[in-house]
Every structure is written in C-alpha cells, then in structure tokens.
C-alpha cells in the first residue's frame, strides 16, 4: 500500500500576483520552486536574461546561456584552435554511458568539421572502469596525440591528468560530476564543470553532453564560418544533447529544458541514421513525436547496453554512421544486447530474490552473488534499482570477481583462489546511502556516488563480511520499518468539475518531463466507477469509467498493466484515484483522458 502525499498548496499572495495564468498551472510551478515571473517565462517560453546570452547562428529558438561565462572555456577555445592549426592530433577521452557517448559524438564531429585530426578513445566498463586511467593515456600518447579533451568524466582524475602532462599531453577537462572537497585534489588543467561552485555560470545542472555543446558552441562562435553554417552544426548535436541529457537522468528544469525541448525537435526531424534505425527496432510508434519518456525509456537503455554486456564502441558507431546498412546492423545488435541485458538482469533478480527473507524484510537488503555466482557487473545497478522498487528498501548488490584461479582436473572447472568484489547500490529518500557507504568505508577500497545511489569495491572475503555487518547495523541504526512504506507524491487535489481538455492543455506546458519536472500526479476523491473493462491480448490491461454525484461529465481512466491490480474494482463502488490527466489522440479527434496511478476505497 502506497502511502499518499500531497504537496501544500501554494500561498494565495501566489495566485493573486501572477492572475494571467490558469491557477492549476500557476500550482505546478510553484511546486517546482518557479516562483518570480522571470522564472517562469524561462520555464515556459525559454526567455532567459538578455545579458547571460549567447545567440550562436541565426536561428532565435537556439539561444541559450553564453558559453564563455565558464571562466576557462576561452582559454580553452584558444588552446584546441591552436592545435587544430598546428596539425595536432586530438583525442576526445569520452565515458561508456548514453552521456559520456553522445558528448564524444558531438564533439568529434564539430572539431572534424573544423579540420581538427580528431579521434575518440572510450574506455571499457569492465577492465579500466570510468575516467582516466593511466594504461589508456600511455596508449593515447604512443599514438602521438598531442591534447586530450575529456567529456563527461576526469574532474577527480588529478593523478592520471598529471600523469598525462609529464608525457607531453595537454588536458582540457570537461565534465558535470561533483568537484573533490579540496581544491587541491583538482587536476591542474584547464577544466570546465558546472557543478563547480567558484563558476559565474548560470545553471550547475549540464548534463556532461550538456557541457560538450558548451564547448563545441563557444568553438564555432570563435570560427569564421558562416551564420547559416554554424547553426546547421549546432541543429546536427542537438539531437544528441537531448539523448544524452534524458539518459543520464539531470534535471530538467532550467538550461536543460530548453536544451531538450530544442533537441526533441531535432531529433523528431529524423536526420541521423542510426538514432532512425534504433527507433525501428524500439517498435516506438512513429505516427507521433518522440516524447521524452521515448528516449528515457526506449532509446536510452539501448545505447547503454553496449556497455553494459560489450563496449560503447558500438553504440558510438551507430551514432556516426552514414550507412544506412550498417546503421540497421548496429542497432539491431544494440537492440539484441538489451534484449540479452533485460534477461540477465531477471536471472540476477531471481538469484537475490532467493536471499531475501520476506517474512521479516531487514531494513537494508544486501544481495551477493554465491561462490559459484559472477553475476555481470554491468547490470548489478539495475538489479539494485528493481530491488529497492519492489520492496521499497535500500539496497546493495554484490557481483565477485575472480583475480585468481587454478583449474582442478578432478572437478574439470577452474577453482578461485583469490576473489574481489564489486557492488552498486539504490536507495530511498529516507537513507543517504553515500553517507552510509562512507562511514564504513575503512574496509572499501573504492566508492563513489550520491545519496541515492553508490558504486564500490572491496578486497577480499574478510573485508566484504565486516563492510555488510556495518552497513546493516548503520542501516537498522537510522531507519524506522515504519516509515520504509513507498510514498506517491501527489502535484495537486482537482475538482472534478475541472477537468476539461483545456487543463489538460496546460498542464501540457510543462512538457518535456524527467527529473526534477515528473509528469503532475492529481488525485480527485469520492468517485463513482460507472463502468470496468479489461483489454490487450490476455486482458492485462484495465479501463474503468469514472464519474461525478452532481455532475454530467465523466472520464476512462487506463492502466496498462493493472486488470490483476484492480481487480477488485466494481461498478457502483466509490473511489479516490490519483491520476495523471492526458490528451488522447485518435483518428483526428483530441479528448481527455485519465491515466490511472493508484485508487483507493472511498473513505
């Protein structure tokens, strides 16, 4: 049973200084902190301040904050323009994820456009993991590339940075990730990061496409080609910016909406291949534009299983390709991988499902896989997320890793004799998990992440045992099973006389949604169910009529998915439901329609 949260209403001294917007939407801002008219117009229209802007090209839908407000990017620009015209070779040092690929897309081919001897080197997940390392840079260098550009990755790589800049490399690093607490643990280089808080930059959220756009932006304003041209360059990323900023789950409010509403355009203009094929083979339907949740949900996942069961280097050559044969090979392989993904990822569920006491939950679900086990470390994070989803509980899942074995003749299979470990972990709003996760960190030895999620290893079997002890305990320590119950945040109550398709309309403003701008959940109470149907192939689906005592009107509400969990629903019954409001489209004709969250008996 979700626990139901409804958001405070927004003061009256709101509603009464902002009277040309209908009070519903007026509502949602408010929710999401927009609370001056400058704010607003920025969310809406996409008016940002005059005098933190940068029109790059000719077309006014693309202005966006100016680059140069970084304090590095100028110096930066100067340092790639004067390799581009020494005949330097230049490497773009990307990441493995739908952010860390998409940014090396765009970056490459704005610096080849250019003329700059550009090439990308991205990592593998499993052998050298995220950001600089030092094997890869020594490789960089014997190839005779002169300067390395990072995206997406390399702002806590002080070592590998220095490392690069003894063997005559120079480094420009751009990323978006949290800066190190000390100052001096930063690299000494030219670096560009939002999230740092010494920047006059407007918006600490770019995703690290995000900050690559910056960078291939203030490079084409220093260019001397044409206005025309250098907005055909900007409107090629865009659709990139939008994939990578969607997948890699910032916020969507500020610079990254405008960045995405923009790019969805580009993206629905259908200009690059291999986005065109992988959009086939996601059986996404075309008659309509691709929504936010298309890219989130379908394509994201697709480009990030590259990775997660091989390397990004296929999902960065279907993002490049020009040929439409090996643009449908390549995706079709993406889509297999995901497909193989989906699959691992059930059997890891299935094996962490059997290590769960359901009879009394712990407060702190950790699952490790056996001595026979090595589950893929590439989806453990997925396991975790789908684990804390279900139950609603913080969450560890550990893969081992076998740096040692000897092959036993009589058993005919190879013995580990000295094993690692590997773990990610999810969490709920009720427990900081990268707090929990650094005050055990003595038997760690690495960790990283953020109050919601955390990535990790350990040395040995010792260590790993004293780590869940202490985690466990810390978890018992700060959480109360009480309050372990999921919770769904409702945006607003709405009378039902109210719902129209003109709301709907409005609430249609805050598109696109994702972090930060969740699709607005209502709930309406006390109504009456005049009709159920279930629907699909075996009837998984249920539609149920709803309306009003005292009032003519009356709406279907659908939940895919949910004939089992309603079953229970009878015509005659009352109910409060919480719902998204939508507009259906069909055959020409537009009406409203109720997406069906969660109902309860009317009480």
Not at 304 to 309: E, F, I, K, Y
Not at 391 to 409: H, M, S
Not at 482 to 489: A, E, G, M, S
Request: with cysteine.
């Amino acid at each position: 049973m979700k626990q139901w949260q409804l958001l405070p209403e927004a003061p009256e001294n709101f509603f009464t200084e902002h009277p040309d917007f209908h009070p519903v939407l007026l509502q949602l801002l408010y929710n999401r902190n927009l609370r001056n008219k400058i704010d607003i117009d920025a969310f809406l229209d996409g008016k940002l301040p005059s005098n933190q802007t940068l029109l790059i090209g000719e077309n006014p839908e693309h202005i966006f904050y100016d680059p140069f407000l970084f304090k590095n990017m100028a110096a930066a620009v100067d340092l790639i323009i004067s390799h581009i015209k020494a005949g330097n070779p230049i490497v773009v040092y990307g990441d493995y994820d739908a952010d860390g690929v998409t940014s090396s897309v765009i970056l490459l081919e704005t610096l080849r456009i250019l003329h700059a001897k550009a090439e990308v080197y991205l990592p593998d997940r499993v052998s050298e993991g995220y950001g600089l390392n030092k094997a890869a840079i020594k490789a960089i260098v014997d190839q005779g590339f002169k300067l390395l550009i990072t995206v997406d990755n390399g702002i806590r790589n002080k070592e590998e940075a220095a490392y690069a800049k003894s063997c005559g490399l120079e480094v420009i690093i751009t990323d978006h990730h949290v800066l190190p607490d000390d100052p001096k643990d930063l690299p000494d280089c030219l670096y560009i990061d939002p999230a740092d808080e010494t920047e006059n930059y407007p918006w600490p959220y770019l995703a690290g496409v995000g900050v690559a756009f910056k960078l291939i932006s203030a490079l084409l304003h220093k260019s001397s080609l044409s206005d025309k041209q250098k907005q055909l360059i900007l409107e090629k990323a865009l659709d990139l910016v939008a994939v990578g900023t969607i997948a890699d789950m910032v916020s969507l409010l500020g610079e990254n909406r405008l960045l995405v509403k923009s790019g969805l355009k580009a993206l629905n203009a259908n200009k690059r291949a291999g986005l065109n094929e992988l959009i086939k083979v996601s059986k996404i339907n075309c008659d309509k534009a691709l929504e936010a949740w298309n890219v989130g949900w379908q394509l994201g996942p697709r480009l990030n299983a590259a990775s997660r069961l091989s390397h990004a280097n296929t999902a960065f050559a279907l993002l490049t390709t020009t040929d439409q044969a090996e643009a449908e090979e390549l995706a079709n392989e993406l889509n297999q991988r995901n497909i193989n993904r989906q699959k691992i990822t059930e059997e890891i569920i299935a094996a962490v499902e059997e290590q769960i006491n359901k009879e009394s939950l712990p407060n702190l679900i950790i699952g490790v896989a056996g001595p026979d086990q090595v589950w893929n470390e590439g989806v453990i994070g997925l396991v975790a997320g789908k684990i804390t989803e279900k139950y609603y509980r913080p969450t560890l899942i550990i893969t081992r890793l076998v740096e040692e074995a000897e092959f036993d003749p009589n058993l005919k299979k190879l013995i580990p004799k000295k094993v690692s470990f590997k773990g990610s972990g999810r969490s709920v709003e009720d427990f900081n998990l990268i707090e929990a996760i650094e005050a055990c960190s003595e038997n760690l030895d690495k960790y990283g992440g953020h109050p919601m999620a955390c990535g990790f290893s350990v040395k040995s079997p010792e260590n790993l045992n004293k780590f869940t002890a202490q985690i466990s305990a810390l978890a018992d320590q700060y959480l109360d099973k009480t309050v372990l119950v999921p919770k769904l945040k409702i945006e607003a109550s709405l009378d039902f006389n109210l719902l129209d398709l003109s709301l709907a309309e409005e609430i249609a403003k805050l598109a696109p949604y994702g972090q930060n701008n969740a699709q607005p959940r209502f709930v309406t109470y006390g109504l009456r169910v005049d009709d159920v149907m279930t629907m699909g192939f075996d009837n998984q689906h249920i539609k149920i009529r709803f309306s009003k005592d005292g009032s003519v009107k009356s709406f279907w509400g659908l939940c895919f998915g949910g004939a089992e969990t309603y079953c229970q629903i009878r015509p005659g019954m009352k109910v409060d439901l919480v719902y998204y409001l939508e507009i259906n489209e069909f055959n020409g004709r537009r009406e409203t329609q109720l997406k069906i969250i969660d109902i309860k008996t009317y009480d």
